[in-house]
């Protein structure tokens, strides 16, 4: 395996912790992007073009670089959700979603800077929530506080208490990075985690 420098284009503690489980030696870098929907964009698209947008961003900052790009949309229905910023915000989107279905489109690219060839993919994820009473969802919001979450909620901590089931290929996709998805990209720029 050649020596890639790996850089990690987000400033998400989430993201971080993620890659972390991969053992690879990389950097993070914040990627300036306009991220405002496009019309008649589907959430697919959007969450495809976003990664790709970002790695694209660094490119000139990283030369002989792999960048790693990450986005995610989630969707209730046609209704977007973003992350809620407050306690009010996180409590309403909680009370919407409680008895339905918030699906995640969680994309990934990979860029080589220094051909400038990328590979991109999406997992899709579905999280079904249970049918939650007013004092669960106040008593979730307060323990948790996840005001920095789309979907306000945290898979990885208690927030699992708060569905029926999930439906998807990789439980880290839901957390913010397609690690399996990632794990095969990399491997088609020479990459193998376990060698």
């Not at 990934?108 to 007013?134: E, Q």
């Not at 927030?159 to 290929?169: N, V, W, Y």
């Amino acid at each position: 395996m050649k020596n890639h420098k790996l850089v990690l284009a987000s400033s998400s503690e989430y993201r971080k912790a993620l890659l972390e489980k991969l053992h690879l030696s990389f950097i993070c870098a914040a990627p300036n992007i306009d991220e405002t929907a496009k019309a008649n964009e589907t959430a697919q698209e959007q969450a495809l073009r976003l990664a790709k947008q970002k790695a694209h961003a660094l490119a000139s900052t990283y030369p002989k670089h792999i960048i790693i790009a990450s986005d995610q949309i989630a969707m209730r229905g046609s209704i977007q959700l973003h992350k809620p910023g407050n306690q009010n915000s996180a409590t309403k989107q909680l009370q919407e979603s409680s008895g339905n279905c918030v699906k995640f489109y969680t994309s990934i690219c990979v860029l080589d800077t220094s051909t400038m060839i990328y590979k991109s993919d999406i997992d899709i994820c579905s999280v079904y929530f249970k049918k939650l009473s007013t004092h669960e969802i106040e008593n979730y919001v307060l323990l948790e506080q996840p005001y920095n979450c789309a979907g306000s909620f945290k898979s990885e901590g208690l927030g699992i208490a708060l569905f029926k089931r999930i439906e998807g290929d990789d439980p880290n996709a839901l957390i913010g990075l397609p690690l399996i998805k990632l794990i095969g990209l990399l491997e088609s720029f020479n990459i193998n985690v376990l060698a």
